[in-house]
């Protein structure tokens, strides 16, 4: 058995990547370019795009909710898995990203499925119809759980939703942090566990992202 070390970890991960994702040129250009406008690299995991991208599939997601778009990475792989007529909303702070994100769409083919709005989710949020079938989570972790209120309101019974970062390097299970994105993350996942409008699990991941987790929840 190999040691279990983040080099180990990383190596396990890009191995079912290479198994079960394979080669994207689409994606890699999108990682390329978001590295080369000097973005963070805090796009998911090849394996969790995947991941993010068969519960769209499975869910039959037509309408798809992502906050905080980045570069765009998340937001092809949910694209790809609308049936004809769906659409991705997603939103993104940073003017800068977003210019990013609407070039790496178009290269990808995706950019008619998806509308992406500038400005800080807490104002682009109330002006959203309502009806997503899933929403993906993955911004300022600060204002997780105003986000997960906001997934509830914009969902129906049976909306799937996805929030990102959970375990943040284990730190995630001390009461005592003061990191903001961890205290941000641990009242998102008391709502999840308290608030009778979600069921929720969540799971540990290691690999090329280091230690971290996400959370799949159902509306009740
Ligand atoms: C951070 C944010 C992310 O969405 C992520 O996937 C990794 C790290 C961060 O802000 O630290
Ligand atoms: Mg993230």
Same mark, same amino acid.
């Given at each position: ?56 599939? &499975? ?8 906050? =905080?778009?980045?570069? =765009? ?17 997603? !939103? ?16 990808? =083919? ?5 509308? !992406? ?19 993906? &989570? ?22 799937? &939703?996805?929030?990102?970062? &959970? ?45 971290? =987790? ?7």
């Amino acid at each position: 058995m190999a040691e279990p070390t983040p080099a180990n970890w990383a190596a396990a991960d890009r191995y079912l990547a290479d198994t079960l994702v394979g080669h994207d040129p689409a994606l890699e250009a999108v990682l390329a370019a978001q590295r080369e406008a000097g973005l963070p690299e805090s796009e998911v995991a090849p394996v969790a795009g995947k991941l993010l991208h068969l519960l769209a599939r &499975i869910s039959g997601a037509r309408r798809i909710l992502e906050i =905080g778009t980045l570069a =765009g990475y998340s937001t092809i792989w949910l694209a790809r898995a609308l049936p004809e007529g769906g659409e991705v909303v997603t !939103i993104e702070a940073e003017p800068h990203h977003a210019e990013i994100a609407r070039a790496n769409l178009e290269r990808a =083919g995706v950019a008619e499925r998806v509308d !992406i709005r500038v400005g800080g989710a807490i104002d682009v949020l109330p002006t959203l119809l309502p009806g997503f079938d899933l929403v993906f &989570i993955d911004a300022d972790k600060e204002r997780n759980t105003a986000y997960l209120d906001w997934a509830a309101r914009l969902g129906r019974p049976g909306t799937v &939703i996805v929030l990102d970062n &959970i375990g943040r390097a284990g730190e995630v299970a001390d009461p005592a942090s003061s990191d903001p994105k961890v205290i941000g993350t641990r009242a998102a996942l008391d709502m999840l566990g308290t608030d009778a409008r979600f069921e929720a699990s969540a799971l540990q991941t290691v690999g090329i992202k280091g230690w971290d =987790g996400i959370a799949v929840a159902v509306l009740v």
